[in-house]
């Protein structure tokens, strides 16, 4: 606002120009102070209230959950996980296990064979290399849904739905993560130091190995974590490849309570508290991984 | 053969040893397995099946016979008032949210960058916390929220005499963007942030000798200066919205007023699963499919065409 005033103001006599800006100058950096950080917080409670409720809710039993105060403690918090493990003989931590497996294969192997691809793009000149890595972008653009359909359609062809083939082989291709293991590629592996090794008689393949590897693990990190969150979250592929329980992901299985509790409220407590324990470890891995999603969210917007 | 041993020595000689295509392939072949076994295969594989319909026999006896319809399947798809009101649907929802989520992240991101904002990497870490949240998670814990009984909001509203019914036809659509913003836009801000803190601090400077306050130079200098990185943001929004399908899909759950077809993505699911008719959510995931990539393409000509790199 001052900003608006000042500028013609500079143009007209300059005897002005200190009166009006000395005083309003300083209370109006409180002001921005306040502004600023008050709409930041603002912003922040945005965020952060409804994971807050999430933890409160998981406090209590379905009476109290709709009757009472949503931000206080309920007493319930232990029965509600003694409930949530016990329900269908255990069924919740089967889906958990289940969701770790598709989600650290998916990251680790995924993870690998994207960074290898990626490092190819980068290090390596061959033919073709611009039409490959057009269509590695291309797939970046086709959203995620509207393979899922297809995908079902070909693994019914071949009988290969309600396995877990099915829900894993399809989230170790991930274009995106060949796109940032180029970017990581070109930035953390300087091409001199691949070229060392190969004076030093190291192949191709045992440099990659031995030497670029090595140097590429906060870049591999990074891809391995945002595919891990990635499959995770999935949803749509589990749901529509899988029939059998077992097999569930924790999001369908909870997806699949839900759909019960309009039958039967006394779900919603189970709905919650294993909202509350899934989203926990994720949580944390974000918090104690600060380091790699920032890195990888910068390196996602280069054009 | 000569000709072919010759091209291979041309290009050996062209590249350094050991980073020709031989050596390339082993690292990509996996990768170009993947996905072709993946993306390419399922399209080509349901385009085919697109062209097809199952036809019964007019008494219902002796099983279906599969015709060859060509692009029947596309003109009754399309046809279907439930589809095409789905794709309205989704159309008012990119409208709505797509900007929304630009807004509400180029702000928070703008005033991140301003010189007087206090502990930036714990507003980061807050700003970013629901991007950790699985969105099946996140649709639920909203639905809940939009629940009268259980929503502190709808508590705190009736209390102060406003009745709203989050759930209802009319106000269901605007919740969905409510909550795809609180999923995504922390995950924007940090984009923008990342490319505000990039920006040359000369200019910046420039534009404070100059007189322009904090609020001027994050309107007139910083944001067109971020345009680039707003433009891959909206890229990825673009395509991200028209994946609506998990909140939705859990809101139908809490809300009649969102029907089995609400959204394309639904509409194929539908399709597949409870009206078995495959060919036609073939169809339908095709069409989707080539209407992001155009809208893909429209995007990218679209923000290249400003200032770039």
């Known amino acids: 606002m001052t900003a608006v005033i000042d500028r013609p103001a500079s143009q007209t006599p300059t005897p002005v120009k200190p009166i ?27 965020m952060v209230l409804p994971l807050l409720w999430l933890v409160f809710a998981a406090t209590k039993d379905a009476g109290d959950l709709y009757s009472g105060n949503a931000f206080a403690f309920g ?104 796109y940032l293991a180029r970017v990581f590629s070109s930035g953390y592996l300087p091409a001199e130091t691949l070229e060392a090794a190969r004076v030093d008689g190291a192949g191709p393949i045992r440099s990659f190995l031995q030497v670029g590897l090595p140097m590429l693990v906060p870049g ?6 945002f595919q891990f969150v990635g499959i995770w979250n999935n949803f749509m592929l589990p749901l529509i490849m899988l029939q059998d329980r077992d097999l569930f992901p924790s999001s369908v299985g909870i997806a699949l309570w839900q759909s019960q509790v309009q039958q039967n409220p006394e779900f919603s407590t189970l709905v919650i508290a294993g909202s509350f324990v899934s989203v926990i470890p994720l949580i944390v891995a974000f918090v104690m991984l600060q380091r790699f999603w920032r890195s990888g969210l910068s390196a996602g917007s280069v054009k | 053969m000569t000709t072919q041993a010759s091209a291979t020595r041309r290009t050996r000689r062209k590249t350094i040893p050991g980073t020709g295509g031989r050596t390339a392939s082993v690292f990509l072949i996996p990768f170009f397995v993947l996905f072709a076994l993946t993306m390419i295969a399922p399209v080509i594989y349901a385009i085919g099946m697109s062209l097809f319909a199952e036809r019964r026999s007019g008494l219902g006896f002796g099983g279906a016979t599969v015709e060859f319809v060509g692009l029947g399947n596309y003109v009754e798809v399309l046809s279907d008032t439930t589809f095409t009101d789905g794709f309205g649907r989704l159309a008012i929802y990119c409208l709505l949210y797509v900007p929304t989520l630009l807004a509400v992240a180029l702000v928070l991101a703008l005033l991140l960058d301003s010189a007087v904002a206090y502990a930036k990497r714990a507003f980061q870490l807050l700003l970013f916390l629901p991007h950790a949240v699985p969105g099946v998670i996140a649709a639920l814990i909203w639905a809940y929220l939009y629940t009268p009984g259980v929503s502190p909001i709808v508590k705190a509203l009736e209390s102060g005499g406003i009745g709203i ?109 409870n009206r078995n008719n495959l060919p036609q959510a073939a169809a339908a995931s095709i069409i989707l499919a080539l209407l992001a990539g155009l809208l893909s393409w429209v995007v990218t000509r679209f923000t290249s065409k400003e200032p770039t790199r």
């Open chain 2, 165 to 273: 019914d989050f759930l209802s036809v009319q106000l269901v659509l605007p919740s969905m963007v409510n909550i795809a913003v609180w999923e995504w836009a922390g995950y924007n801000v940090i984009i923008l942030f990342t490319a505000l803190q990039a920006l040359p601090r000369e200019i910046l400077e420039a534009a404070r000798v100059d007189g322009a306050g904090e609020i001027r130079t994050a309107l007139s200098i910083k944001t067109p200066l971020v345009w680039p990185a707003l433009g891959v943001a909206l890229l990825f929004t673009v395509i991200g919205s028209l994946q609506l399908f998990t909140e939705p899909k859990i809101l139908s759950s809490a809300t009649t007023a969102v029907t089995s077809t609400w959204v394309p993505n639904m509409w194929a699911y539908d399709a597949a699963f």
């Open chain 1, 75 to 178: 007493t319930d918090l232990v029965a509600n996980l003694q409930r949530l493990l016990a329900q269908d003989d255990g069924i919740f931590l089967r889906w958990l296990a289940n969701s770790i497996l598709y989600a650290g294969i998916g990251a680790v192997v995924g993870g690998f064979v994207s960074l290898m691809a990626g490092y190819a793009f980068d290090k390596f000149e061959f033919r073709g290399k611009r039409g490959l890595y057009a269509s590695v972008l291309v797939g970046v653009l086709i959203p995620n849904t509207a393979t899922v359909i297809p995908l079902y359609l070909l693994a019914a062809s071949i009988g290969l739905t309600n396995t877990i083939w099915a829900v894993l082989i399809p989230t170790l291709c991930n274009p995106f993560s060949v």
């Open chain 1, 220 to 225: 591999f990190v990074t891809i391995a974590l």
């Open chain 1, 20 to 46: 009006r800006s000395h005083r309003p100058r300083a209370t109006s950096r409180t002001a921005a102070k306040v502004g600023v950080n008050g709409l930041l917080v603002l912003g922040s409670a945005y």
